[in-house]
């Protein structure tokens, strides 16, 4: 099995965990595009009554086209389940996101939902987190002094660019920079050190996040649930 097959596997599984009447936070990235795929047949096929808070405007414009009811985060009281991906996950499930730059958006309504899952393909599992870049949303006043900083702090910062060269801009309007830490052996003090720099608007550190945990395997989906 491939990554993209194990992703749809993943996607698919998640899909079960929804049920009629939910409101239901819906992922950005590659994996959980599977998850909103899968929830649109289900809406489809089974007329499963839900309603969809998109973690950003490509989730939102898949949902809508797959016919899935669509709220604004500041439109509900609460979210009854997220399902997102994520870029990397420890064995403490702890995780880094933000690969694709939604991870403020994501970050907001994960953390106003009464469960998380995170579907994610085997290779995304680490020992340590920080091999994949992490990334940090800052707002773009001002952002060299924060990448000076970070230097000096002794990580090594890029903006992020587009093709053009010119700094990537979030949905918010804010440059990601992506921080190379190699590995983060306490990524709660690395997450407070950056939360705390003036400047930084959001870090793709999600800790204490998750709830259940669904693992892509050749051999089929390991469910996992946070018991900690
Ligand atoms: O900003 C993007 C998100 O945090 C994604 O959930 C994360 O990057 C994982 O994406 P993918 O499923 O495409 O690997």
Request: no cysteine; charged share 25%.
């Amino acid at each position: 099995m491939n990554q993209i097959e194990l992703k749809k596997q993943v996607g698919e599984r998640a899909a079960q965990y929804v049920e009629d009447g939910m409101i239901v936070g819906l992922g950005t990235g590659s994996t959980a595009e599977f998850f909103v795929a899968a929830l649109g047949e289900r809406v489809k096929n089974e007329g499963l009554n839900i309603v969809g808070v998109p973690t950003s405007d490509r989730t939102r414009n898949q949902a809508t086209a797959l016919g899935i009811k669509i709220k604004n985060i500041d439109d509900v009281d609460y979210i009854d389940l997220t399902v997102d991906g994520a870029d990397e996950v420890d064995e403490n499930f702890q995780g880094i996101k933000g690969g694709g730059a939604a991870h403020l958006w994501e970050k907001i309504v994960s953390s106003n939902s009464k469960r998380n899952i995170w579907i994610v393909d085997n290779s995304k599992m680490v020992k340590t987190l920080g091999a994949f870049p992490l990334p940090i949303e800052v707002i773009p006043f001002g952002s060299k002094h924060v990448v000076d900083k970070l230097i000096a702090a002794g990580y090594k910062p890029k903006i992020r660019r587009d093709e053009n060269g010119n700094p990537k801009l979030t949905h918010f309007h804010n440059y990601i920079i992506d921080l190379q830490v190699d590995s983060i052996p306490d990524p709660k003090q690395l997450g407070t050190e950056l939360i705390n720099m003036v400047g930084v608007v959001e870090h793709g550190l999600f800790l204490d996040h998750v709830n259940t945990l669904i693992i892509g395997r050749p051999e089929g989906p390991q469910v996992i649930d946070n018991i900690r």
